[in-house]
């Protein structure tokens, strides 16, 4: 029973001796708990549910909770063994002095009693006086009202409280399952244990070479299809295999060639460096592959997050060219009466209209085969299937604003909002054409040239008969029997793009939405400013969570970079006093410490960027799949964003670095 009541104490102390590798994991657990309880808390909050718009930024909350739940869960298991491993010895003292095995799990329950007291109402109040804040930020990135109350629920609270009880539930029963097991000589000496050779070293390394290999030619090949997101995480997944097997069975097959090379080998320098990293290189490149994988997602995540916040504008403006579009059906609404409507509104809000297109045009579905246009296969997201509409000469010079060509009979003008079409005759469904000109700009359809899935033809003909040619081979390859019916029942659009104040711009479009409802021959009506509002608030809401994972990454980085310098330097240290006692100057030590971790913190680095360049081909799939086509900005995002890494990378590199030496040159 006294065993019993000291036990809390000697817990605490543990903790508080041990400070050098508990506080940054208290740190970080308080940091996950704060996380995880603002996600909680905004998707619990009745407000965000009654927000316009908010649909989206919901949506992406929820999904981004429980990827964040997966990734916290992962994490702090990992930390947690880093901890474990460097408190085996004390544990192992503690049994010889006469602590049984179940006194010291007793002991380990009051600390994970402790921790998790401390990261729980660190994290839960960090987020309830930041919370807040965040909140404002998320409505200000999806345009959403600010001028709002927000409420925390009881929910937010279980269900951080429960989430992070089972983490810690998790990490106990791993420290006493690791404690249960190992006899008390062990845990003496666990700290320090060296790490047995990987079996088929060189099949591993084999393995992690194809995988790699593997993952790096779905990302550079991958194509914007139905199958874009799939082929996203097999390429993670297989990037993440190749990069731990290359680690653990790579690194040591490539040190044991090095060995052999006996003029490389035996150098006073290389010497020390190699053999002290070819011994311990499997337990090192655990964390190595570690570092290398959560830099990698921190270069990336920032690229994203900041390409899409540069790029939204262009995005929106991308997918809803007008800000209000009439379509009308089975009858027309002369030109004449659509400007006499936008005259009177235009001076009753105070509006500008700088652009009003009228033209008709039906959408027909195509496949394209070289400079031929076929019936589309059955798979809508083949990238080789288009929408294709035909305009006359005169509808074309209305929309453009410049006079066409004069075109023949047999002549057309050709556009594709994508890739240019590059050929000089066309096939249109058995008609041949002559391509007189391709047009590198069509406004409602803006260029986009890495736009190869749902980009779009545009046709230019002679005349009304052309056209009316045109659409009916098509419907004869279609099976279409009533081809002139068909042709008469192609829309009308009356396209404007306004200039003023928002509250202006709503008013007019309500009332140009009234009028164009009260028309018997009205179809459709579409208001791009609320379009536009709508991919706001969702791209808002993948900004949100970009930033909060980027931070989030960042911090998981930091710990294990910490955590892995701290692992070096206590298995250093007993080495470096026999190298000094052996004859080797402070100097001599000094530049083999240097170099042995400079080389290990440099891979990690190093297979980041690499990762980083073989995946921006997939990203660059990933953001066109959005709409954000401007290649060069993701090309500026990534190399700005790549430096500054580099850059903090080696600041935190440096910094934690000051622990390794300290260590190393202490005296036991």
Not at 8 to 26: E, F, R
Not at 169 to 194: R, T
Request: hydrophobic share 45%; glycine share 8%; net charge neutral.
């Amino acid at each position: 029973m006294k065993k019993l009541r000291i036990l809390p104490s000697m817990a605490l102390k543990g903790i508080v001796g041990n400070g050098n590798v508990y506080y940054p994991y208290l740190a970080a657990g308080v940091f996950s708990v704060f996380t995880y309880f603002v996600f909680a808390s905004i998707l619990h909050n009745d407000l965000i549910k009654t927000l316009p718009k908010s649909a989206y930024a919901w949506m992406m909350l929820t999904m981004g909770k429980g990827l964040l739940a997966c990734i916290l869960l992962g994490f702090l298991i990992y930390a947690n063994s880093f901890l474990i491993k460097r408190r085996q010895r004390e544990f192992g003292l503690y049994n010889i002095l006469g602590l049984e095995k179940k006194h010291i799990g007793s002991m380990l329950f009051f600390e994970a009693v402790l921790v998790y007291g401390v990261v729980a109402a660190g994290g839960i109040i960090l987020g309830l006086v930041l919370a807040k804040l965040l909140f404002l930020v998320l409505l200000r990135m999806c345009s959403l009202p600010v001028e709002t109350q927000f409420v925390f629920h009881f929910k937010a609270f279980q269900e951080t409280l429960g989430f992070f009880a089972v983490v810690y539930l998790i990490n106990f029963a791993e420290n006493l399952w690791q404690m249960g097991k190992a006899k008390p000589v062990e845990l003496m000496s666990g700290s320090k244990k060296g790490e047995k050779e990987p079996k088929l070293l060189w099949v591993w390394a084999l393995l992690g070479l194809l995988a790699l290999g593997k993952g790096y030619h779905i990302s550079i090949t991958s194509q914007i299809d139905s199958m874009i997101f799939t082929s996203f995480f097999g390429a993670v997944f297989l990037v993440i295999v190749g990069t731990y097997l290359l680690f653990t069975s790579g690194s040591i097959a490539f040190l044991k060639l090095v060995k052999k090379q006996k003029g490389i080998y035996y150098r006073p320098k290389n010497f020390i460096t190699i053999s002290g990293m070819l011994y311990r290189m499997k337990k090192s490149a655990a964390s190595l592959s570690n570092i290398c994988i959560f830099s990698t997602m921190v270069i990336i995540t920032l690229v994203c997050t900041v390409s899409l916040y540069l790029g939204m504008d262009g995005i929106v403006h991308f997918t809803n060219p007008y800000d209000a579009m009439a379509v009308f059906r089975e009858g027309r609404v002369t030109k004449e009466e659509a400007v006499q409507e936008i005259g009177m509104l235009e001076e009753k809000y105070g509006i500008h209209v700088t652009r009003m297109d009228v033209y008709e045009k039906m959408d027909l579905s195509t496949r394209k085969d070289g400079n031929s246009f076929v019936v589309n296969g059955n798979n809508y997201f083949d990238e080789d299937n288009y929408v294709f509409y035909i305009l006359t000469q005169a509808e074309c010079a209305s929309i453009t604003g410049r006079e066409c060509v004069d075109l023949a009979e047999n002549e057309v003008l050709i556009y594709c909002s994508g890739q240019d079409f590059g050929y000089d005759t066309v096939d249109f469904f058995g008609r041949e054409l002559l391509v007189k000109e391709e047009m590198t700009d069509f406004f409602p359809e803006p260029k986009a040239y890495g736009n190869l899935f749902g980009s779009r033809y545009v046709m230019t003909v002679r005349d009304n008969k052309a056209k009316e040619d045109c659409i009916g081979a098509w419907c004869r390859a279609n099976g279409v029997e009533d081809v002139k019916g068909f042709i008469g029942s192609q829309s009308q659009y009356v396209g404007l793009v306004l200039e003023g104040a928002d509250k202006e711009k709503a008013g007019f479009i309500r009332d140009f939405s009234t009028w164009a409802q009260e028309r018997p021959e009205y179809s459709n009506f579409e208001n791009g400013v609320a379009l536009r509002e709508d991919d706001v608030s969702m791209y808002g809401g993948l900004l949100f969570i970009g930033m909060l994972f980027g931070l989030i990454f960042f911090m998981c980085l930091i710990l294990i970079m910490y955590y892995k310098q701290i692992t070096e330097g206590y298995e250093d240290r007993n080495s470096f006093e026999i190298m000094q006692k052996v004859g080797m100057s402070d100097k001599e030590i000094r530049g083999t410490v240097h170099r042995q971790i400079l080389m290990v913190f440099e891979l990690p680095l190093a297979g980041a960027l690499l990762h980083t360049l073989a995946g921006m081909f997939m990203v660059k799939g990933l953001m066109a799949a959005i709409s954000l086509f401007n290649v060069g900005l993701l090309i500026r995002c990534t190399a700005s964003v790549m430096a500054l890494f580099v850059a903090v990378y080696g600041i935190s590199y440096l910094v934690t670095a000051k622990t390794y030496y300290k260590i190393v040159r202490q005296s036991e």
